[in-house]
């Protein structure tokens, strides 16, 4: 199989549109393979990693911890939406932001579930969409379109969206409670029925992490929101750092019962802890010194959440 499409540039579907978009850009590319959680796509993509350099100054990036996509397979509409989906989005941020001026989506070879979705997501990141018309060598283009998205919406229901996408059990009831909120984000799409419960929608998922890109939200009290902007170093990590869940995690350590964010070799501490999918910051500190310190002090936790109320922290010009 390996020898056979090492040979043929016509192998399949994805490496002749690769080899269309280096001879239509005339330049090296970094192409990012990503895989459906399935052994066929998993062997697709790694028969591919080993072909396309071949083909001269194309650098391919496949890493099966990370670019076989969790949930991303036929067999299961509801791990499809509430793993697969979210996780196929993620990723592609990920790479967008490694990026943000010079993305091509190539959809030729897409599963036909996510290619809707992948038009959308590139849409709205201002990426090209490039795929090959069925048998034909043709390349196609979808060209950017200034698509933009209301954030009003995902502010002012901030809290409902959400308590979708952590999953609602009895959706009838939390909607009589709360009408006129879920009532709006239904006609906007954006609630996925099922089961008695509802979850965040698929466009509910690309736009709210769309959202989430653009801003960071947390919760704290105005004490603690006056102080942050008068320190510049944990405005920084705020933006470039503390926002992203997994170096927020990666860099979390638990001292005398805080959850404590230590930045590394400078003295930038962020206290917090997380309940119900929000955020609450309690502390910051640019004085190590002075962060050791507040370690043996002792916090009410429903005292700082009732104190609290929502930030917006813009991460990039919108």
Known sequence: MLAWAKNNSKASAEITSILKIKESLKDDLEVYLLA??????????????????????????????????????????????????????????????????????????????????????????????????EETETLITIPRVPISVDFQVFDRYYEEILQLEEAIDNYSKKKSENFEPFEVLEKMGLVEKRDGGAVLSPIGIIFFESFKNQYFVFYCSD????????????????????????????????????????????????????????????KTFEDEEAAKAYIKKSIDKEQIIKKSKKREWRLKDV
């Open 36 to 133: 459906t959680d399935t052994v066929v796509s998993r062997l697709a993509a790694e028969i591919i990693q080993e072909v396309l350099p071949d083909y001269g100054n194309i650098r391919v990036v496949f890493n099966p911890k990370t670019d076989v996509i969790e949930g991303l397979q036929v067999d299961d509409y509801k791990s499809f939406v509430e793993t697969g989906l979210r996780k196929l989005v993620e990723r592609i941020d990920q790479i967008i932001n490694y990026y943000p001026d010079n993305v091509v989506f190539n959809i030729t070879g897409g599963y036909k579930g996510v290619i809707p979705y992948l038009t959308i997501l590139g849409q709205i990141n201002r990426c090209e969409i490039v795929y090959i018309y």
């Open 223 to 282: 004490d603690v929101w006056d102080e942050i902007q008068n320190q510049r170093d944990i405005q920084r990590v705020l933006t470039e750092k503390f926002c992203n869940k997994q170096i927020r995690e990666n860099k979390t350590e638990d001292k005398n019962g805080h959850c404590v964010y230590d930045d590394g070799d400078n003295p930038n501490r962020i206290y917090y802890f997380e309940k119900d999918g929000k955020i609450y910051i309690y």
